[in-house]
């Protein structure tokens, strides 16, 4: 037992010191969250604008932090591992086989907690963002549960050998998603069409109960089963696909 | 129970695509040997050690690793590996790359033994990333003895080191075979098979075409060679009765003969009145005589 303890520490510690040297996480988790908050809480002013808008895109803004590094670092650093054979040489180590993909996750879910708590923190401390106890422990937890799909969604794209090509879908699913999910804008400042097909993406959902719970509505529970689908939706997919990668 | 094989193949074949590149092969290594799997690119080396370690499965065959599955954890605790096309992992120190690496064994060598081993003491503190490409494979030498392995497995370990880093390679890999390691090696240089292994296992085509001590390989390979223009009237049947020849290679009218003693040869040639113009005795060197050891082979196939 103590050796499964020791491993999977040793583990863990490597990927949290990976993640904070690596400075596209520091830039797309972090920084690009943190200054399009200050940003938009500064510019979006006046009457018609709610007094909750600070703390929704607070929310916002810490969902669009969590899903860059669960889909893009995440993503990138697999695939980069599959290509530099470092997978590969795990598979002969007497490392169990789940032990890798269980160890990761662990450390991306302590980051994305890492994440939640740097962002709120800048929000309460820079822009006052005053909200219950409570709230805050929901929307947190809520954010930090939907982590977890775009996790499974990286270690899908990991699971590409060429991390090139897992670089750019990445990027390109970041943005999308994020922008049709309601994380840059809100919901109804986008076109119709958008609004409806937003209904379907793990982004808006992975914001929508944060929102509710800022603006006092009640939470709508379908968004989190609509994102522990795509959870399993894409571990399925990807155990599925290194499970054939791997019997050669 | 203790098997004094360190590995066995049994009949292994592996079919890629409908293309063989492990054929039917037989293989024992004894424990605490260093053996060198010799063979050109494309020989099937690789997939012979893959199939080893248990990263591929063979398509029939049995293989057995200190006598059990190499697929299983209590082995994989037993064995070490450098393998080709393995680069190291961005955002970690090389000294943290080892200790993260020797994490996963129950036993593994000290950090300090590892750093000394692979002559990176002074890399210690440097991303792995960061190291030039000779660097990185010792650092790969370093994971692959991270838990002090009775079977240590190198893929072409040379390949992009310097001439440096070869000597300390070397040097290194000597030591543990002194240690009573075993030590299994592929590379498709004659002479550092030569250097290093007691055994060599000549590969080509998924096959083994010879297997022997250094010396009996070179032997075997290196015999001298008498060549010359022979007459019209002399038909290839007449030329392979003469006794001590060992191969007939022909271009045109031009015959080499092969063989282990070409003074006798010589004389035989003259008793058999073979008629021959403008003859030529050469010895073959080492690379050559592999080259000759291959192309027979190939010609045996056709």
């Known amino acids: ?248 | 129970m203790m098997s004094s094989l360190a590995i066995q193949m049994q009949g292994v074949t592996k079919i890629f695509k409908g293309k063989k590149a492990v054929d039917n092969l037989d293989l024992k290594i004894e424990r605490g040997s260093v053996t060198a799997l010799l063979g050109p690119n494309g020989a099937g080396k690789t997939t012979i050690i893959s199939m080893m370690l248990g990263l591929m499965n063979p398509t029939s065959g049995n293989i057995r690793l200190l006598g059990g599955d190499p697929r299983t954890r209590a082995i994989r605790g037993r064995i070490g590996a450098m393998l080709q096309d393995t680069s190291v992992i961005d955002n970690l120190k090389v000294g943290e790359t080892i200790n993260l690496f020797r994490s996963y064994y129950t036993q593994p060598l000290a950090l300090e033994q590892l750093l000394l081993l692979s002559g990176l003491k002074e890399e210690q503190g440097i991303m792995a990333s960061a190291l030039s490409g000779g660097q990185q494979r010792r650092l790969g030498f370093a994971l692959a003895m991270a838990g002090n392995p009775e079977i240590l497995f190198l893929d072409e370990p040379t390949v992009g080191m310097d001439v440096r880093s070869r000597i300390l390679f070397w040097d290194t890999v000597e030591g543990m075979a002194s240690r009573g390691k075993t030590v299994l090696l592929t590379t498709h240089h004659l002479e550092e098979a030569d250097q290093v292994a007691g055994r060599i296992v000549v590969v080509q085509q998924g096959q083994c075409i010879a297997d022997g001590t250094p010396s009996s390989i070179k032997a075997l390979a290196s015999g001298r060679t008498i060549s010359f223009t022979v007459g019209e009237e002399v038909t290839e049947e007449q030329l392979q009765g003469v006794p001590g020849i060992s191969g007939i290679e022909w271009k045109g009218r031009r015959a080499r003969l092969y063989s282990s003693d070409t003074d006798l040869l010589m004389r035989t040639l003259i008793e058999y009145s073979i008629p021959m113009q403008d003859i030529e005795i050469q010895s073959g060197g080492l690379n050559e005589a592999f080259q000759r050891l291959l192309q027979q082979d190939y010609k045996g196939i056709m």
């Open chain 1, 1 to 248: 037992m103590n050796y499964y303890i020791k491993s999977s520490w040793a583990q863990v510690q490597a990927e949290l010191l990976r993640t904070f040297r690596n400075r596209r996480f520091i830039f797309f988790s972090i920084l690009m969250p943190a200054a399009f908050f200050f940003l938009f809480t500064a510019v979006v002013g006046g009457s018609d604008v709610p007094s909750y808008w600070s703390a929704y895109y607070l929310m916002s803004m810490t969902s669009y932090g969590v899903v860059g590094a669960s889909l893009v670092t995440f993503s990138q650093r697999i695939s980069k591992e599959r290509s530099a054979g470092w997978i590969r040489l795990l598979r002969l180590s007497p490392l169990p086989s789940g032990s890798y993909v269980l160890s990761k996750i662990a450390a991306q879910g302590a980051i994305n907690l890492i994440l939640i708590l740097t962002m709120f923190l800048l929000g309460r401390v820079g822009k006052s963002v005053h909200l219950s106890w409570s709230i805050w422990l929901e929307a947190g937890l809520w954010i930090w549960v939907g982590g977890f799909a775009f996790m499974a969604l990286g270690l899908f794209l990991g699971s590409m050998k060429n991390s090139d090509v897992v670089q750019m879908i990445s990027m390109a699913l970041y943005m999308s998603l994020s922008i049709v999910g309601g994380l840059w804008m809100p919901l109804s400042s986008l076109p119709s069409v958008l609004q409806n097909i937003a209904k379907f993406t793990p982004t808006y959902r992975m914001g929508e109960g944060p929102w509710a719970l800022v603006e006092g509505r009640a939470l709508d529970w379908t968004g989190i089963a609509i994102l522990s689908m795509y959870i399993i939706l894409f571990m399925v997919l990807s155990s599925y696909i290194m499970k054939r990668q791997e019997a050669i």
